[in-house]
């Protein structure tokens, strides 16, 4: 059981904006630089969000982080076919004296 | 082009040990961290270990004590020697360079826990 907690599923119809939450503790979140991950099937996980809102070059600016207190949140706006994949969060946490990845959320496009 | 390829995985006996290997090209070796990350069938991603550019090393709980990442910078190799082997690890290891997150991850190598 993750110390780092996602709904396991979200969905919606293609141009809607989706949120995903991420609610950790203290330790992790409260603390560290949060990243989120999406994770195609059959494709290596790839990094989205890096220091809880930077974007890597080449990822859309459709993809957004936040994070506020012990939660963070990814946000998908524009909705496209192509996003419907697995997404994590991922932080450090200092209890673990390791690295914690979300439970995930699986995204559909309806 | 950046590459991470993990070889090592395979069938092993509850009890048993494996070494993961993971050749990097593509880019200065040196400067990176790397961690494994597995994946089980079925569920989610969960970080195993990390080794930074100054061989300081951490690991999930569970594996700590049974597992050894070590890194060998003169070869661009990152390894997971892997020892007492039970079913909960079975899973597909990922090899992951890791700057501002895990910015690249291999393919991942089958690990089989079972007698």
């Known amino acids: 059981q993750s110390v780092v907690t996602q709904p396991p599923s979200a969905s919606g119809t293609p141009g809607q904006r989706v949120t995903i939450s991420c609610s950790g503790r203290?330790?992790?979140?409260?603390?560290?630089?949060v990243y989120w991950y999406q994770h195609l099937p059959g494709t290596a996980p790839k990094l989205l969000i890096y220091n809880n809102n930077q974007r890597p070059s080449g990822v859309p600016d459709r993809f957004s982080g936040s994070k506020s207190g012990t939660s963070a949140s990814l946000a998908i706006s524009g909705l496209r076919s192509e996003d419907e994949a697995d997404y994590y969060c991922?932080?450090?946490?200092?209890?673990?004296?390791?690295?914690?990845f979300g439970t995930g959320t699986a995204v559909t496009v309806l | 082009e950046v590459q991470l390829v993990e070889s090592g995985g395979g069938l092993v006996q509850p009890g048993g040990s494996l070494r993961l290997s993971c050749a990097a090209s593509g880019f200065t070796f040196s400067i990176y961290d790397f961690h494994w990350v597995r994946q089980a069938t079925g569920k989610g991603l969960e970080w195993v270990s990390s080794?930074?550019?100054?061989?300081?090393?951490y690991y999930l709980g569970s594996v700590r004590g049974r597992f050894i990442i070590s890194r060998e910078d003169a070869k661009n190799s990152v390894y997971l020697q892997m020892n007492s082997l039970t079913a909960e690890d079975t899973a597909l290891y990922h090899c992951?360079?890791?700057?501002?997150?895990?910015?690249?991850w291999g393919q991942g190598t089958l690990v089989t826990v079972a007698s």
């Open positions: 992951v360079r890791a700057r501002d997150g895990l910015n690249y």
């Open positions: 203290s330790s992790n979140i409260g603390s560290h630089y």
């Open positions: 991922a932080v450090w946490d200092d209890r673990l004296l390791g690295h914690v």
């Open positions: 080794i930074g550019t100054t061989g300081d090393t």
